[in-house]
């Protein structure tokens, strides 16, 4: 492939670089949704502390984004009933429970941590309800302060992103099936043989 687009395609290697500088960019804007959204997320209770992790901003950064290319009429809504589906798994080393949600094909991860106050700490498997119910109830606060910042300037630029990126990644496609008329696919590829031979 490397040749094709060396020495056969430079056209093809200059939609490469597109798509490569169009993910970098879209890596770069879900950071940036970090400094934009900012919700107050640590809620102190008798036994516990509940925190964001690293994966919340993420995850909302991806519900706005399906919202604003159309996929989802409202993604709070289906981020709702993530978090309402969501379960509780204890750290196996720490004084710590995760609040996870499903995220496709029977995976979790962990949206919120509950770090558990010194007195509690050995009844970490008695405390999930507990974490469970006050994950729900942080996340719907959450999401209340999601819909009044919204819309957020990095949701738009990123969905552009990725619209751009996706009509970059079919203009490869195309040009790949057939390059000046001639297959460019493996198994059938004059471009590809002629490599090999070499």
């Given at each position: 492939?490397?040749?094709?687009?060396?020495?056969?395609?430079?056209?093809?290697?200059e939609t490469?670089?597109?798509?490569?500088?169009?993910?970098?960019?879209?890596?770069?804007?879900?950071?940036?949704?970090?400094?934009?959204?900012?919700?107050?997320?640590?809620?102190?209770?008798?036994?516990?502390?509940?925190?964001?992790t690293d994966?919340?901003?993420?995850?909302?950064?991806?519900?706005?984004?399906?919202?604003?290319?159309?996929?989802?009429?409202?993604?709070?809504?289906?981020?709702?009933?993530?978090?309402?589906?969501?379960?509780?798994?204890?750290?196996?080393?720490?004084?710590?429970?995760?609040?996870?949600?499903?995220?496709?094909?029977?995976?979790?991860?962990?949206?919120?941590?509950?770090?558990?106050?010194?007195?509690?700490?050995?009844?970490?498997?008695?405390?999930?309800?507990?974490?469970?119910?006050?994950?729900?109830?942080?996340?719907?606060?959450?999401?209340?302060q999601v819909?009044?910042?919204?819309?957020?300037?990095?949701?738009?630029?990123?969905?552009?992103?990725?619209?751009?990126?996706?009509?970059?990644?079919?203009?490869?496609?195309?040009?790949?099936?057939?390059?000046?008329?001639?297959?460019?696919?493996?198994?059938?590829?004059?471009?590809?043989?002629?490599?090999?031979?070499?």
């Amino acid at each position: 492939m490397e040749d094709l687009l060396q020495n056969h395609a430079p056209d093809l290697l200059e939609t490469v670089e597109r798509i490569r500088g169009l993910q970098s960019e879209f890596v770069q804007t879900r950071e940036d949704f970090k400094d934009e959204f900012k919700p107050e997320i640590t809620r102190e209770y008798e036994k516990f502390t509940i925190q964001e992790t690293d994966r919340l901003s993420g995850w909302i950064f991806d519900l706005l984004i399906e919202q604003e290319r159309g996929r989802y009429d409202d993604a709070l809504d289906s981020g709702m009933a993530k978090v309402e589906d969501g379960r509780t798994s204890p750290h196996p080393e720490e004084p710590k429970i995760f609040f996870k949600i499903e995220v496709a094909g029977g995976r979790y991860f962990s949206i919120l941590g509950a770090n558990v106050e010194d007195g509690y700490r050995g009844d970490l498997q008695d405390l999930s309800t507990e974490v469970e119910q006050a994950g729900v109830e942080v996340m719907e606060e959450v999401f209340q302060q999601v819909e009044i910042k919204a819309p957020y300037e990095t949701v738009v630029v990123g969905a552009s992103k990725l619209d751009d990126g996706r009509e970059a990644v079919n203009e490869l496609e195309r040009t790949l099936i057939e390059y000046h008329g001639r297959p460019v696919i493996p198994g059938d590829c004059k471009y590809l043989e002629e490599a090999r031979a070499e």
